[in-house]
């Protein structure tokens, strides 16, 4: 289901600059994302992919090169692109898909500093039902009550900018996107939100799943509730988010500490 993309490899005279500590740390950040991911279910085969615009560089991005599979990622094995196709730094390409999407939700979006799609299986679920894809029935979804867009006009793989580019415009200003046929994509504006909503998102559709399952009606949460508590969960949900991913890394780092080479 992966797509290599032809890429150009003209020598960059950026490339000497892309090692800064901001970046370094950004590359460790984004890395053990993706090792939690897979550890977690999260990742589908050497598809999937997660960018992170690079710090001091508003025209580049970190992403996984084609080949990996999310449980292989180390931070030195993160590529950095720019938006026209070309690796900067790194070996190996992007898939296709992750560079059609990522550069122009990135272009296109710039408080997206963080873009992270994966199939993960319950939000991909919820993704293939008909409607609203949460009932707003279970705490841990109204995070995303006031957040989140539904893309309805799903059209095959994104193999060209002009599907990247219809992705990007139907995120507008929502953290979450639930691309219907497809999966989930979460933007954020640093990679630990990213993270954080791309964890809880599948938590919430993994417990709307069940619910449903037992065949009982769903109790839902009234709008002006699930409106209030989704600004309650946004009051310093910067700092939670950085210490979710601190925590990622510590148990990493205890089992897999490779994930930050």
């Given amino acids: 289901m ?17 090692d800064s500590p901001e970046i370094r740390q950004a590359r460790i950040d984004l890395a053990a994302c993706f090792r939690m991911s897979a550890r977690l279910g999260m990742g589908e085969g050497i598809c999937n992919h997660f960018s992170f ?23 030195s094995s993160l590529l950095i692109c720019d938006f026209h196709g070309r690796v900067v730094a790194g070996e190996g390409q992007p898939e296709a898909t992750a560079f059609f999407i990522h550069a122009q939700l990135h272009r296109l979006n710039p408080r997206a500093t963080a873009a992270f799609h994966t199939h993960m299986p319950h939000a991909t679920a919820l993704c293939m039902l008909e409607g609203q894809p949460f009932a707003w029935a279970g705490q841990t979804s109204l995070k995303f009550y006031e957040r989140l867009a ?11 900018a002009s599907e990247g580019e219809r992705i990007a415009r139907a995120a507008g200003t929502a953290d979450v996107v639930m691309l219907k046929n497809h ?5 954020g504006p640093s990679i630990a939100e990213a993270w954080d909503d791309l964890y809880y998102l599948e938590r919430a559709a993994e417990v709307q799943l069940k619910a449903m399952a037992s065949g009982r009606p769903l109790q839902r949460v009234p709008h002006e509730v699930a409106s209030a508590a989704c600004r309650q969960m946004l009051i310093g949900n910067a700092e939670s988010a950085r ?13 897999e500490p490779e994930f930050a080479v």
Avoid: C, M, W
């Fill in 2 to 18: 992966a797509h290599a993309f032809e890429i150009n490899r003209t020598p960059s005279a950026l490339a000497g600059t892309l």
């Fill in 183 to 187: 999966g989930p994509l979460v933007l």
């Fill in 150 to 160: 539904v893309d309805e006009d799903y059209n095959g793989l994104a193999l060209d």
């Fill in 53 to 75: 615009v690079l710090p001091g560089h508003r025209d580049l991005f970190l992403v996984n090169p084609y080949g990996l599979a999310f449980a292989e990622i180390t931070a």
């Fill in 243 to 255: 210490l979710h991913l601190e925590s990622v890394k510590r148990q990493l780092a205890r089992t």
